[in-house]
């Protein structure tokens, strides 16, 4: 699987930004799709992940809300819409992927699941 993130930017506190991942090499419907964040200084954290059997999604409690997290099964692109942004969501943003032993595997918030990585795009959100 190789995953190609684009969208970062400068951005003002309370504003939107959309990230988008291409993903190619191989059918996905066994594949959990996901969003990490590492801000400077910080570990890694888990922001937003998709099933893409049926596109259900889960969160971390501080996106929230916030953030929602989508694919585009035609164009093999899974995206990150990022509204009322905060300061404290400045990070390096990867797109990361999940082979899950069934098309119905539960959702994980645990980042640690996702071995693949992309590389990543940086958001930097001013006050």
């Known amino acids: 699987v190789q995953l190609q993130a684009s969208g970062g930017g400068l951005v003002q506190a309370g504003g939107s930004l959309r990230l988008s991942c291409a993903a190619s090499?191989?059918?996905?419907?066994?594949?959990?799709m996901g969003w990490l964040r590492q801000a400077p200084g910080k570990e890694r954290e888990f922001v937003a992940g998709i099933r893409w059997y049926d596109a259900s999604s889960i969160y971390a409690d501080s996106v929230q809300g916030r953030f929602i997290i989508s694919r585009d099964s035609t164009k093999n692109t899974i995206y990150l819409q990022m509204n009322s942004l905060k300061p404290e969501d400045t990070a390096d943003y990867y797109c990361?992927?999940?082979?899950?032993?069934?098309?119905?595997?539960?959702?994980?918030?645990?980042?640690?699941?996702?071995?693949?990585w992309g590389q990543g795009t940086l958001v930097t959100v001013s006050s």
């Open positions: 090499g191989r059918t996905f419907n066994h594949y959990h």
């Open positions: 990361a992927a999940r082979f899950a032993s069934s098309m119905r595997a539960s959702l994980s918030r645990d980042k640690y699941l996702y071995g693949k």
